[in-house]
């Protein structure tokens, strides 16, 4: 069940944008840069493992989300910080499924309007697809915590395995229909179309994306915590990491490699929607099928990253205001219980993330941003200094300083990710006006 969660986690809406991004770096460090970032990603992955309980591994004190394994291990000013950096984070993720369901109900629609040869309008708006999806997860957002979704996630699981499975397929198809592979060992070539300066901007967003792709260490040790013991949770965790990491790894390079290798420089934002007459776009209902996998996944995974949030909301209203009915109170209507705390919160979440991906309905961008913004403090830099503190490592130690060389690399594709996706963003915002 914990690899289940992580894969729904991991392969999501990611895997969409990494032809986009090889095509970027190219076939040297496209796959050089996927590899290192599933290795980080494993390897802080099990320190944060280390970190769910304080003490003794099997007996001590419990941190059942990211925030509390950080009050415990390094607590102050830093407790706060990573509060706001992890929500934000959720936040954006959950904007970025928004968006990417929209784009591929889109394509579902453009493919109804073919075999109905019906003309497909220059612009299609993907505003009230974004506001159907918006829908759904209004109800789906009243599911109570995260124990329920269980179902939700091996369903969202099967989904991102058949659209990624059907990308690859695709890939495989088009590279031997094309008869060679296409692309080059530095990525996209310098030209008419693509300016030395832009190489540099989306050579940095590419990194983001890929970051996207591996941010999941955000709801670990809320995974961590529905593991049953013997054997100790951190032990099963790091192999549910390793298992979950490897298989979506083999995914991401077969994807992202594939899609480079059949659309080279050409290769889209988005592999299954494409762009413009860039794209799969034959057989129809295989991209349709693929399609409805996408917006399947994206909506269990969008519960999956929002149950963490919501739960830390409503415990610390509750903490704080434990008599009050508008919080604590459980009504039942039939078989369905409803809280009116539950109720309003959720449900302005949900309308506030609608907006904004509505307002930047930029897929690849908003992907390259926001996992710039937590790749390094998430992912890298927290779990590297909650273990060190609870591990009591010596300052200066060699262990003590190779965990700082690797956060302080890490920092720099992080910041040089941003940079390039806001490039990227106030690009596509230009453009749009």
Not at 193 to 200: L, N
Request: proline content about 4%.
């Amino acid at each position: 069940m914990a690899s289940a969660h992580i894969v729904t986690a991991v392969i999501g809406s990611g895997v969409l944008s990494l032809a986009w991004a090889t095509a970027q770096l190219g076939w040297i460090v496209g796959p050089i840069v996927l590899f290192m970032f599933a290795v980080v990603t494993y390897f802080t992955s099990t320190l944060l493992a280390s970190c769910y309980r304080s003490g003794d591994p099997n007996t001590g004190k419990r941190n059942y989300t990211y925030m509390d394994a950080v009050r415990s291990n390094l607590g102050g000013f830093q407790v706060k910080l990573c509060g706001i950096i992890q929500y934000v984070n959720l936040f954006g993720i959950v904007t970025g499924y928004t968006i990417a369901s929209a784009t591929s109900m889109m394509g579902i629609k453009k493919s109804i309007l073919i075999l109905h040869g019906e003309r497909i309008p220059d612009h299609m708006s993907g505003t009230p697809y974004i506001f159907l999806f918006g829908v759904i997860q209004l109800f789906l957002s009243q599911i109570p915590n995260f124990d329920q979704i269980s179902w939700l996630s091996i369903v969202a699981a099967v989904m991102s395995f058949t659209y990624s499975s059907i990308g690859l397929v695709l890939g495989i198809a088009k590279v031997a229909a094309n008869g060679h592979i296409k692309g080059s060992l530095t990525g996209i070539r310098v030209g008419p179309t693509v300016t030395e300066s832009q190489k540099i901007w989306r050579s940095f967003q590419a990194l983001g994306d890929i970051a996207f792709a591996y941010s999941f260490s955000v709801i670990l040790l809320e995974i961590q915590d529905t593991i049953k013991s013997p054997p100790s949770e951190s032990k099963t965790m790091k192999k549910s990491a390793l298992i979950s990491v490897s298989i979506t790894t083999i995914f991401y390079m077969l994807c992202g490699c594939f899609g480079y290798a059949a659309f080279g420089d050409l290769a889209p934002p988005n592999l299954i929607t494409g762009d413009g007459n860039v794209g799969f776009h034959k057989p129809y209902w295989l991209i349709d099928i693929a399609n409805v996998a996408i917006v399947v996944h994206l909506v269990g995974a969008y519960q999956v990253f929002s149950q963490p949030l919501f739960a830390f909301v409503e415990k610390s209203a509750l903490k704080r205001f434990p008599g009050n009915s508008f919080i604590a109170k459980e009504m039942k209507i039939g078989n369905l219980k409803l809280n009116l705390l539950r109720l309003v919160w959720r449900s302005m979440f949900v309308v506030l993330t609608t907006g904004v991906a509505v307002g930047l309905p930029f897929f690849n961008d908003i992907v390259g941003l926001f996992g710039a913004f937590a790749f390094w403090p998430l992912t890298v830099n927290f779990p590297i200094q909650m273990y060190i503190a609870k591990k009591r490592i010596p300052k200066w130690s060699m262990r003590w300083v190779c965990f700082q060389v690797l956060s302080l690399g890490c920092l720099l594709i992080s910041l040089a990710a941003a940079v390039g996706s806001i490039v990227g963003v106030l690009k596509d915002l230009k453009h749009s006006n």
